[in-house]
DNA sequence: AATGAATGAGATTTCATTCAT
DNA sequence: AATGAATGAAATCTCATTCAT
């Protein structure tokens, strides 16, 4: 964790700033979409020079991947604890869309950012940015768990490739829609919903008599 | 010898030039993205000049609800009859999965672009596209085929919004990202995992003796 | 008046549409400003198509001047008997302000047009369009009615091209405007007042005795 | 710290930036005419980037209310001590015409400039740009002037919108046009016959024996 | 005689970025 | 560390004009 050589340590002042700026930056792309966060609108809404972001991040598409990987940085370091708690596939599932939930009412805007910019963002080649991210970064490792699950008899012989991705976009894009529709919603009750729709989808152990 | 007052009559030659400038306009955006999706970029697609674009449709966004418009009822045409087709809730839960699968693989970049407008675009007042479009021209009424399978006793007690979100979910995020990222995937056993899933999630006579 | 060779008589049909068009260019033109007057305008409003104006003119610039020679032809064949009538100075003075009053009421839009063209329209050079039409067909040739006035004692010696100016501007721009202002104005009672002011300035003996 | 709430300070070289631009477009609107004054030609002319001008001014109509904003303030400013200092109607209407003719000869493309946009530009309703700024403050309460000269029986017993009407169009139309079409005119004197001419058309009590 | 279709030039405006201070 | 100023590229849209039918 020791800087390393040729990348200078950054000093408190610049450490906050960044913060601040990514900060405002997901507000301002959560509540007027990314189309019409510029680099303008989110200066005025940090109160500071357009050009102290340029200043503090190398481009737009820097400051996009500071919020990203942040983001997702408190994400999985809020879930991995509570992941690693349970010791069931079952419960870590259950654990990952509560945890979800838990951190989306939290970090809201956060989250609506991330998903904004991964449709619209592109980098230099025209791809889109959150692909330059490592994807496993993005959320825990579903896949692993569930062939866990697996093996383990507790769950049954899906496609896992296909269950991880319906329970991701679960969590990031049917969850985080609901809320970006209505930001009151009881997301702790959604996610129990949820739950238990992945309960019986992925169970072993349960006789369907019709 | 007037067309129908207020209906302008258009002639096959514009039918046709507009089709075309849609059609190039899907591509475009499911290529590069929606932001990338310039006029220029798309009249360069359809060897024509931009401002032949300009002459068919009054403004960009004319073109994208075209598009838009021109999907959707490509879409529910396309699964109407299927979904009909079935008496019980299961079977028009899995038609709709099926049809779904079907209808993408044919016409991949029109669904691709509609995903891209459904996040990206923004009408002149800010709010998105899409909101201008009837909801429920967008997708068969899921919320009504669960609620009478609830009521027959076939459906299990869910939280119909939450459910239908995701069944949602699954077919317009789920399986358009995954044809995204791999064109070459196998979308009819994508959907029948689905299917299964969703079964197992939803059906009631199902006794879990775990 | 026989079309002179190379030039081939006109059609009934194409006089007819030619005075249509210029009658419907001065009304969009008038109502709606110059810089809205497009050639789409005039043509909606002909409910023609634009090319059928390219038909029978060969520019715009060509229908605007059209549209100056139709104006001041009729405008001044209008005048022209009017003024011969009156034998004094001060008589084709005053004829001069009450037949410019009426045949304004009766030809708003072709003198709001005029305006409009006088200020606005450019020629391929950039000076105004105007200026391509001989002046003295535009108004009547005012200096020459006062320097007779002078010579005869009638009128006192003021400066020709002076007050020659102005009272074109009183017609052109002062009554022009002020019926624009107020379409309902009482146009021959503000020519009469006029007229006294014009009678009190340019008269020679002249005893004011309140 | 703060400037006052409202009020954004702008700075030495905004002020200055702002005055040039601004001159800039005074000088291209009067030697072009307005519809030939584009942002480009406007920037060209300051030597400065078509961007620039968007930097200081939030669009073209912005641009174009300063400039109208900055002439009338400099002629009425110029004009108010002069009329104040005469005590009589007629002194007044004299003194409305030399100083007119001062300020026109020291500022003429700025009055050019302004003559063209009365005339050809539109705000995005269609309304001239001109209607947005209060007529009074374009030019000095003529009609009041007359009003009080009328009752102290100065003045005759003339139609005062008329007359006024008449005088506003002397200096706003006749005098700028004159000094348009030629540029070497000797104003002071123009004004001078024309003051003359107001004088005998607006007086009571004249005896004139030639 | 008329028209629908197409075009290219040009206008305004937005925006990320750079630079001198 | 921060800022105001400036820039050039690109995007959307309008418009007069041309052409084949």
Redesign the pocket.
């Known amino acids: 964790m020791q800087p390393k050589p040729g990348r200078p340590a950054?000093?408190?002042?610049?450490v906050a700033?960044r913060a601040q700026i990514v900060e405002c930056a997901a507000d301002v792309i959560a509540e007027t979409g990314y189309?019409?966060?510029?680099?303008?609108?989110?200066?005025r809404r940090a109160?500071?020079?357009?050009?102290?972001?340029?200043?503090?991040?190398?481009?737009?598409?820097?400051?996009m991947q500071e919020l990203i990987r942040t983001t997702i940085a408190a994400y999985t370091q809020f879930l991995e604890p509570r992941l690693a708690a349970e010791p069931s596939a079952g419960g870590k599932i259950r654990a990952y869309l509560d945890g979800s939930a838990q951190h989306m009412a939290a970090r809201t805007n956060m989250h609506l950012a991330l998903l904004e910019i991964a449709f619209n963002a592109a980098g230099p080649d025209g791809r889109p940015l959150l692909a330059s991210i490592p994807l496993d970064a993005h959320t825990p490792a579903l896949e692993q768990i569930m062939r866990h699950g697996q093996q383990a008899g507790e769950l049954r012989n899906f496609d896992i490739e296909v269950m991880a991705g319906l329970l991701r976009s679960a969590v990031t894009h049917t969850m985080v829609l609901a809320l970006r529709a209505n930001p009151a919603i009881d997301l702790a009750g959604y996610a129990s919903e949820l739950a238990t729709a992945f309960h019986l989808a992925t169970s072993a152990q349960i006789t369907n008599s019709q």
């Open positions: 950054r000093t408190f002042t610049e700033r189309a019409r966060a510029s680099m303008a609108a989110i200066a109160g500071i020079a357009k050009s102290v972001i340029s200043y503090h991040f190398a481009d737009k598409n820097d400051l």
